[in-house]
């Protein structure tokens, strides 16, 4: 991303490309700089099917691409964020002896969530059930509605929170992981984010306030020092301490030789926004 680019820049050739990408269950808005994915397969209370799965990634994709695109929200319509796996898309491929697409297309999606250099903000306005919480906890920040309910319902069903497990257990405490996992029973909101599955919860009028706020700090961030404060979460506890110190050392002492860096401190030394820091409008 140029340092230089506000959230206006972009095409200029007069076509309106701010639905491009949109399907039947993911839709898609841009405006303001900010990519709005909303699920929309509300029949199947936003499950993890193919489309869905594809939409998603496509989005991220799209805003990865385009550097006039400085966060990504995701939500939801109809009662229900996301509802984890399509079972009935899984029993119509197994029985036709493909692979189920709740284990073939997910773990991608989450992938591609941990490395897009956008950042990927969660607006969870229904209840989020089974994967659901691994898609809810893997957005980089979350707010949800804190009457909405979650809950890790698989052993009810005689299966585990697997793939789910990598993205949501490294936010929560052993005993209250344990809990959660083996009741399968619905908590709050409110009791979510005590959790850590997500950031934090609101009441369900304050819900967009509460993430237009994130999205105001998030563009006066550096388009490439947002990508890289992210990376830092996730690749500095995999590193050995003196790995970490050297790879950090590094990346700090590029970062402050950079074109971004010298931009943010004249502003700062001048008293006045950064280039990228462009006003919503």
């Not at 052993?174 to 908590?187: C, D, I, Q, V």
């Not at 388009?223 to 970490?244: C, F, H, I, N, Q």
């Amino acid at each position: 991303m140029s340092p230089t680019d506000g959230l206006e820049s972009g095409r200029d050739d007069g076509r309106d490309d701010s639905n491009v990408g949109s399907t039947d269950v993911v839709r898609i808005d841009v405006a303001a700089g900010v990519l709005t994915a909303t699920l929309a397969d509300v029949d199947n209370r936003n499950a993890l099917g193919a489309g869905l799965l594809d939409g998603l990634r496509g989005a991220i994709r799209r805003a990865n691409a385009d550097d006039s695109i400085r966060a990504v929200v995701v939500t939801n319509l109809g009662s229900t964020f996301c509802a984890g796996a399509n079972l009935k898309q899984q029993s119509d491929q197994k029985a036709s002896g493909k692979q189920a697409v709740g284990v073939g297309g997910f773990p991608e999606l989450l992938h591609e969530i941990q490395t897009s250099k956008t950042p990927i903000i969660g607006r969870i306005d229904g209840h989020v059930v089974g994967g659901g919480n691994g898609l809810a906890s893997a957005l980089d920040i979350s707010i949800a509605r804190e009457d909405v309910k979650f809950g890790f319902t698989e052993v009810r069903l005689g299966v585990v929170p697997a793939i789910i497990s990598v993205v949501c257990l490294p936010k929560m405490r052993r005993g209250e992981a344990m809990e959660a996992f083996l009741r399968g029973h619905r908590f709050s909101g409110t009791r979510a984010a005590e959790l850590g599955l997500i950031n934090r919860a609101v009441p369900g009028d304050q819900l967009d306030a509460a993430v237009e706020e994130v999205l105001a700090d998030l563009r006066k961030g550096g388009p490439e020092a947002l990508g890289l404060a992210k990376s830092l979460v996730y690749e500095v506890p995999r590193r050995e301490m003196t790995d970490a110190i050297e790879w950090t050392t590094a990346l700090s002492g590029r970062l402050f030789a950079g074109e971004e860096a010298k931009e943010g401190m004249k502003a700062f030394l001048e008293k006045r926004p950064a280039s990228w820091a462009s006003p919503k409008n």
